[in-house]
């Protein structure tokens, strides 16, 4: 099984060198999309296991920004796994624990549902910070978001709780708050 993930991985990345030499002389938005579909499908066999309900926008935002979160190091849970959060009623995309600090790692493509999140962790501020996987680490709460116009009230209620929140794109990865 390890041997058929190992060639289907290559065979992979070499079909998306292939498509990124086409596209540098055709330059398609549709060859860009399945340059982006198959890099996923890459990630995919390497660790990130996608749920099927979850929107390949959605995926590929969280597995980003989850990249870019661990390049000092740390253990990534995907879906709160083995920390006990959802017990209490919270369950982040993913839980980056790090020696100093343990992340939460939240991605809304919608804005209405990220103030609404932004509103279930400020109403379960105190059994969060009660976690055991949090006993001597700070908290980080980081939002990755689709669209970099966020609201006035997102950003009050972010402000409240001191969340951080990222602009993810196909291309790249910046702070907003």
Same mark, same amino acid.
């Given at each position: 099984?390890? %041997?058929? +993930?190992e060639r289907?991985r290559k065979?992979?990345?070499e ?11 055709v330059?398609f ?5 399945? !340059?982006?579909?198959? %890099? =996923?499908?890459?990630?995919e ?6 749920? *099927?309900?979850e929107g390949l926008?959605?995926y590929s935002a969280?597995?980003?920004?989850? #990249?870019?979160l661990?390049?000092g190091g ?8 083995? +920390?006990?959060? *959802?017990k209490i009623g ?6 980056i624990?790090?020696d100093?600090e343990?992340?939460?790692?939240? !991605? #809304? +493509? ?6 609404r999140?932004?509103k279930?962790?400020?109403k379960l501020w105190?059994r969060?910070?009660?976690?055991p996987?949090? +006993?001597g %680490?700070r908290? %980080?709460?980081?939002?990755g978001?689709?669209d970099?116009? !966020?609201g006035?009230?997102? =950003?009050?209620?972010a402000?409240k709780?001191?969340? #951080?929140?990222?602009?993810v ?9």
């Amino acid at each position: 099984m390890q %041997r058929d +993930t190992e060639r289907v991985r290559k065979e992979l990345e070499e079909i998306v060198e292939k498509l990124e030499n086409i596209n540098r002389l055709v330059n398609f938005k549709s060859i860009e999309r399945a !340059i982006e579909e198959l %890099r =996923i499908a890459v990630r995919e066999l390497k660790s990130f296991r996608r749920k *099927s309900t979850e929107g390949l926008d959605h995926y590929s935002a969280k597995v980003k920004l989850i #990249e870019e979160l661990m390049k000092g190091g740390g253990t990534c849970y995907l879906e709160s796994e083995q +920390t006990k959060l *959802s017990k209490i009623g919270y369950r982040p995309d993913a839980v980056i624990v790090k020696d100093d600090e343990v992340i939460f790692v939240e !991605i #809304e +493509t919608d804005q209405r549902r990220l103030l609404r999140k932004l509103k279930k962790i400020k109403k379960l501020w105190d059994r969060i910070i009660q976690s055991p996987i949090l +006993t001597g %680490r700070r908290l %980080r709460i980081v939002f990755g978001v689709l669209d970099e116009r !966020i609201g006035k009230e997102v =950003i009050l209620e972010a402000k409240k709780l001191n969340v #951080e929140i990222y602009a993810v794109s196909s291309d790249s990865i910046f702070i907003l708050l």
